[in-house]
């Protein structure tokens, strides 16, 4: 039986903060609303909402990746209001109540309330997101070497949830109808809220997470204090995300430089420039120091763009492709693949987490750039077993399961050398002001990696309402596809480690 010790008056539990684990179920119960979705939401797209349209995989792809942009892409604002007005604790319930609204909404039969129910999700995302994550980070001290365990524990809290929630609210669309499973996840987001609401009241998290200041939490705003006015604009914004993700149709560009563009794809050009702007500031404003972790902290979202690039697929492409060219017969339903990644991190997550603490105490622990090389190539080597899968197919283009279990648990195994490490390293190459916008633009990178999870979507498109393309056709579309993902990112895992040396230098006494 475990027991709690105090450590300089802090609660502790199995050798950590014991608010690490209020955490963890809140992030459990949240990433199981966020997954259950995800699983469901590519397929119902091209089964529901664009089953009309004779180019539904590009319709689908493009609402796909404007989401998971726009998702990911709200953390930076919602980092940043938490910095300045709201505080982490404040943030965390204001987004989880929007994104349980979205839940719900998704949860109604009706293409309007699909596209709010979407928006919903967004808002409360950026607010949720960047500061759960921050939460964990301030749990320990500078320099304490738990922190890679810590945040690789609280990493199996969100695969936990991202394993069950595939399984069974995939279940539930499948025997009682897609609406079902959207809100038992729903109802994953309220129990994630009512977790943290509990490590309050215990008050296991002492005074952090509260308002950077008191007098700015009040302050008014059109006779509206900034505690009630940051939730009511927060409201508002979710029927002009709707209309943004509603015109996922090429509204630009053309022939022009622009290109087939439309509105979440110019948003992301405008807010790259402005990310590159002021972060220009930053770094100008920082002294050298600060200056040489912050590039560093720079390169390491920017790798974890490429790898996220991959990776995402999962709940596009590989998810069609499991759909139309992989035997389940049996085994599981396309949408409940979704769980087969994170079921790798659950059953690998401890034994790499004691790795790296086995390997600090030899002092053989790789440096973080060597990590993420290394990730790179596993997602490379991933795509290249999917690709050999056609040379098993049968007649009608379907291949053994076991190519997808494969690929799932190599990349998984190379989301565990960066995703956890890299949520570390950002709370210490961060200086403390710009910490949670700092986090933001982690969490920025997936967004961005949505743009090229987009891209690739609508290369490999197929055109499934025409009745001349079988599951060979789809099958040689998608395989060619996999191998020229394989090769960008092996490219990608090598360059990274090549260029590693220069890296670590950065870094200085930052592992």
């Given amino acids: 039986m475990s027991k709690t010790i105090l450590t300089n008056q802090e609660p502790q ?47 689908a792809a493009a609402v796909y990746a404007s989401y998971g942009s726009l998702v990911y892409a709200s953390t930076v604002v919602g980092g940043r209001i938490s910095d300045k007005i709201l ?32 928006a919903f999700i967004v808002v409360g995302n950026g607010f949720f997101k960047p500061n759960i994550s921050t939460f964990v980070g301030s749990l320990y001290k500078d320099g304490d070497r738990r922190k890679d365990s810590g945040f690789t524990i609280f990493y199996m809290g ?56 008191q007098a700015v939490y009040e302050k008014k705003i059109l006779g509206i204090p900034q505690k009630i006015f940051v939730p009511i604009v927060a409201f508002l914004c979710a029927p002009l995300i709707a209309y943004v993700l509603a015109s996922y149709k090429a509204i630009a560009g053309g022939d022009t430089f622009l290109g087939d563009q439309n509105y979440v794809n110019l948003i992301f050009k405008f ?21 040489k972790k912050l590039i ?10 490429l790898f996220w690039g991959f990776h995402e697929l999962s709940g596009s492409v590989i998810t069609l492709f499991a759909d139309r060219n992989v035997d389940l017969d049996g085994i599981m339903n396309a949408s409940q693949t979704n769980s087969l990644n994170s079921l790798v991190i659950i059953v690998l997550s401890i034994p790499v987490s004691l790795l790296w603490a086995y390997l600090s105490k030899k002092n053989l622990n790789p440096r973080t750039p060597y990590k993420f090389g290394f990730g790179l190539l596993l997602a490379g080597l991933s795509f290249y077993i999917l690709s050999l899968s056609g040379n098993n197919a049968d007649e009608n283009g379907m291949v053994p399961f076991a190519y997808l279990f494969i690929m799932y648990f190599i990349i998984s195994i190379g989301e565990l050398f960066m995703s956890p490490v890299g949520l570390s ?50 099958l040689s579309i998608y395989t060619d596809g996999f191998l020229l993902i394989a090769k960008y990112a092996l490219g990608a895992g090598l360059i990274v480690i090549a260029f590693s040396p220069l890296m670590k230098k950065l870094m200085g006494k930052v592992h």
């Fill in 13 to 59: 539990l199995f050798g950590h903060p014991k608010g690490l684990f209020y955490l963890f179920f809140a992030e459990l119960w949240e990433r199981f609303s966020f997954y259950g979705m995800r699983a469901l939401l590519m397929l119902y797209m091209v089964n529901e909402i664009f089953v009309a349209l004779a180019e539904k995989d590009v319709a």
């Fill in 87 to 118: 505080g982490m604790r404040s943030s965390i319930f204001l987004g989880g109540i929007l994104m349980s609204i979205g839940h719900f909404v998704l949860a109604i039969e009706n293409d309007i309330a699909f596209f709010l129910a979407l």
């Fill in 158 to 213: 969100i695969n936990i949830g991202g394993f069950v929630a595939p399984l069974l609210c995939g279940w539930l669309a499948a025997k009682y109808g897609w609406h079902y499973g959207f809100g038992l996840a729903g109802i994953g987001m309220l129990a994630g809220l009512i977790f943290f609401w509990s490590g309050i009241k215990k008050n296991v998290f002492g005074d952090r997470g509260l308002p950077p200041s």
């Fill in 271 to 291: 807010i790259g420039v402005a990310i590159l702007i002021y972060m220009g500031i930053i770094l100008y404003n920082s002294t050298a120091d600060e200056r």
């Fill in 296 to 305: 560093m902290a720079l390169l390491i979202t920017f790798f974890m763009t």
């Fill in 425 to 474: 390293k950002i709370t210490d190459l961060s200086p403390k002001r710009i910490v949670a916008f700092m986090m933001g633009i982690w969490f920025l990178s997936s967004a961005y990696a949505f743009q090229i999870v987009g891209f690739i979507s609508k290369q490999l498109a197929v055109e499934s309402t025409d009745v001349n393309v079988g599951g060979l056709d789809t």
